[in-house]
């Protein structure tokens, strides 16, 4: 009987949270808790471990991490919006990726939420809308996760992140340039 009444509950909760894009279920485990976000018109399946976050999909949904060559196809063609959330003193002293937009990690979840006039105003690039893809980075793509995860929390459903960060992205470039 307590199974059965579960089931329709259950039910139900996926009807009412049907209309909005993501379901988060957090089941607490023995040393870490998983966060399984099941956007419906997809089937797209975020896990997070507190330490690694993984995409799993039934469909030809993009990965989570861009390589070097996918951003730069990402840059070339302007599909996506480029975030870097290092501080504004890093750019200055290492550089930046070009055509990236500059939005500190701690600025990152308040700047997801202005309107796209106050976005443009503060960053000086064009704000992503919910459904346009997103890459973040950083230094070495641990910023860049963190971005990730406050980006999905507020209703992002194309964001991905670049782990190599400007630590790739100034090696492969001079790289490049040397040839």
Not at 85 to 100: A, F, H, K, T
Not at 113 to 132: A, I, N, R, V, W
Request: charged content about 20%; overall charge positive; aromatic content about 8%.
């Amino acid at each position: 009987m307590a199974l059965n009444v579960c089931s329709r509950l259950t039910r139900t909760v996926v009807r009412v949270l049907a209309s909005t894009s993501a379901i988060p279920v957090t089941r607490p485990l023995t040393t870490s808790s998983w966060t399984h976000l099941r956007y419906l018109n997809n089937i797209r399946i975020i896990r997070y471990d507190g330490t690694t976050l993984r995409n799993f999909s039934s469909s030809s949904q993009p990965s989570i991490d861009v390589s070097y060559e996918q951003l730069k196809k990402l840059l070339v063609s302007g599909s996506s919006v480029v975030i870097d959330v290092r501080e504004p003193w890093e750019l200055r002293e290492y550089g930046n990726i070009q055509g990236s937009i500059n939005v500190p990690l701690g600025q990152v979840n308040g700047a997801l939420q202005l309107t796209p006039d106050e976005f443009k105003e503060k960053y000086g690039g064009e704000m992503p809308s919910k459904s346009q893809n997103l890459v973040f980075s950083c230094l070495a793509g641990v910023r860049s996760k963190h971005a990730l995860e406050s980006a999905v929390s507020l209703g992002y459903t194309k964001v991905q992140h670049f782990p190599g960060g400007w630590q790739e992205w100034a090696e492969r470039e001079l790289i490049q340039t040397k040839k």
